[in-house]
């Protein structure tokens, strides 16, 4: 069964990381932390850090030209570009939509940001698959990319041992067969101090108090975070679940947003113990939490380590600042 009146394949996937790595052992010597911390508290080993020239829209270039090639569709084809993110090349003006348009070559296109936070490339699927389904589309390229490293604070121990930076897409496709079988989404804006950003929008407008007062970087209460991250990440799990008419047993594949490992466990815990488990992809351990970028990213790794195939029925489920909560279930519809 699929919510969506006219379906949504799910056709390509692809994923670009920078090449430097940020280990834990690098960040013991930048803040008062350890290995046997991050590691026990979080399951992150190593993040990847954009270089200094490269911007969120550059490693989604490298992204969308992998899940065009998987596809075996040309730019010529996308109608539309939908890109998720938090950390935009530019405060909005050009969007990364259109740089991205631009670079690819796409001709005749419509496109947008969108910011979900870590939620962000689920809220993209389902504005992709909804275009589709509505027939203002026929074929959507979907990213989520962020550089989370150009806004953390690292002299903070709080949030910089978390944060990566990467990007991931996927080409979505209007087809016989459904690729989208459903999308949940919501919003709480009553807990949007659990996690912000504070300077450098009209509230804080950039100026040398932002700097003084280190406003332009992340800002998190973890503890408060990670309670209702286990709840929302299991609810949206549930509900697009029940929305698509499945249970866990017909899922071939869990991809949670990449936040942290204890909070996974959690969440498999309450979805179905072991059962979960051995359905869940993870990458965090190597790309840390890449926030909008999460989900695409292990979309795409795990079709390349085949854990995803022709057929296979995943479960994504998304959580982030805002706060917002998005989950989405799909057959992975690409070539092998
Ligand atoms: O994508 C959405 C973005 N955010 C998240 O997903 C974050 C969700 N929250 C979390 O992942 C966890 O809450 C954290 C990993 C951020 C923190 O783990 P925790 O187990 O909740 O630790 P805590 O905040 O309760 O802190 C425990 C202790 C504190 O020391 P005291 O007050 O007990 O002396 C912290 O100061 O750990 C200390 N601490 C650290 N110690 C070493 C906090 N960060 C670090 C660190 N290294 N990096």
């Known amino acids: 069964m699929t919510s969506f ?19 834990n052992a690098d960040l013991e ?7 046997e911390w991050i590691r026990t508290r979080t399951g992150i080993r190593f993040r990847r850090i ?69 939620s962000g490339f689920v809220y993209a699927l389902d504005a992709g698959a909804t275009a589709i389904a509505a027939g203002r589309a026929d074929t959507v390229l979907v990213v989520g990319a962020e550089k989370l490293s150009a806004f953390t604070d690292y002299t903070d121990r709080n949030t910089c041992v978390l944060f990566g930076d990467g990007a991931g897409a996927v080409v979505l496709r209007a087809s016989e067969t459904p690729g989208v079988l459903s999308t949940v989404l919501g919003i709480d804006g009553d807990k949007s101090s659990l996690i912000s950003l504070p300077g ?27 309670k209702v991250a286990v709840h929302t990440l299991t609810q949206g799990a549930q509900d697009a679940l029940a929305k698509a008419d499945l249970s866990l047993d017909d899922i071939d594949v869990i991809i949670p947003h990449q936040a942290n490992a204890r909070i996974i466990e959690a969440v498999c815990d309450r979805l179905g113990g072991e059962k979960a488990r051995e359905k869940l992809f993870l990458d965090l351990d190597v790309y840390g939490n890449t926030s909008a970028a ?42 092998a």
């Open 5 to 23: 009146p006219r379906p949504a394949a799910v056709v390509g996937a692809g994923h670009y990381v920078p090449e430097k790595i940020l280990s």
């Open 50 to 118: 954009a270089a200094e020239n490269e911007s969120t829209c550059d490693m989604a270039i490298h992204a969308a030209r992998a899940a065009l090639a998987s596809a075996g569709i040309s730019p010529a084809d996308v109608d539309a570009v939908v890109f998720a993110t938090g950390t935009p090349d530019y405060f909005n003006i050009p969007s990364c939509a259109c740089l991205l348009q631009h670079a690819l070559g796409i001709p005749h296109a419509y496109g947008y940001d969108l910011a979900a936070a870590c």
């Open 200 to 226: 450098g929008g009209s509230r804080n407008p950039p100026s040398q108090r932002v700097l003084d007062e280190r406003l332009c970087y992340w800002r998190m209460q973890g503890r408060e975070l990670f």
């Open 294 to 335: 999460s989900i695409a990213i292990a979309l795409s790794d795990a079709v390349s380590q085949g854990r995803i195939v022709p057929g296979s029925k995943v479960l994504l489920t998304a959580f982030g600042g805002g706060l917002t909560w998005g989950a989405a279930v799909l057959v992975w519809g690409g070539r």
């Open 29 to 35: 010597k930048i803040v008062d932390t350890s290995d």
